[in-house]
């Protein structure tokens, strides 16, 4: 078998076949709902959360994030001593995604609301909470916040969800809830 011209020259204007008519409908009210969901999920779902942007240096946001973490922490974990750090309730959590990990770990009180500030300070990782399924993507320069209330308690993973690199699926995190 080859590959020959179609028999007729001119054959974009031979009327659309009923199948691909279909098919094309099909695709484009589809394409509709699924822009419209954007925004109505935004509204009513959990998972996409409203957060704000300011622009910072990474040197700066790492100096804030670690003059919280000195002042809250309350143990250090792992063979690295990663810092566990929890803030009062109510308050500001800070945490940074680099090259590659999620620092530090925070732990949370269940019911109770957070700002939560979160920046790169070297390029683009995904912020991927899980189980609970909330993504964020983390850029540098960019601090990025948004409320939490965790509603349900226990360990709380984050991965990084936007490919950056050969250590890229050992960038992980952790969040603690606690009831109290
Ligand atoms: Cu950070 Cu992938």
Known sequence: MGIFPPPQRVWWNLPVGKTEVLWITIAFVWALVMFFMMPYWHLTGDQNLSNEAYKIKPEV??????????????????????????????????MFGRLWEWWPIVELEKGQSYRFHLSSL??????????????????????????????????????????????????????YVTDK
Request: glycine fraction near 12%; aromatic fraction near 12%; proline fraction near 7%.
């Open 122 to 175: 070297d390029w683009q990782h995904g912020f991927s909470l899980l189980p609970e399924n909330i993504n964020i993507s983390v850029h540098p320069e960019y601090e990025m916040v948004f409320t939490v209330t965790p509603n349900s308690s226990g360990e709380f993973g984050i991965i990084c969800n936007e490919f950056c690199g050969i250590g890229h699926h050992n960038m992980v995190g952790k969040i």
């Open 61 to 94: 946001y790492a100096a804030k994030t670690e003059a919280w973490a000195e002042k809250y922490k309350v143990r250090e974990e792992g063979d690295t001593g990663i810092p566990v750090v929890k803030p009062p309730a109510g308050g500001d959590v800070y």
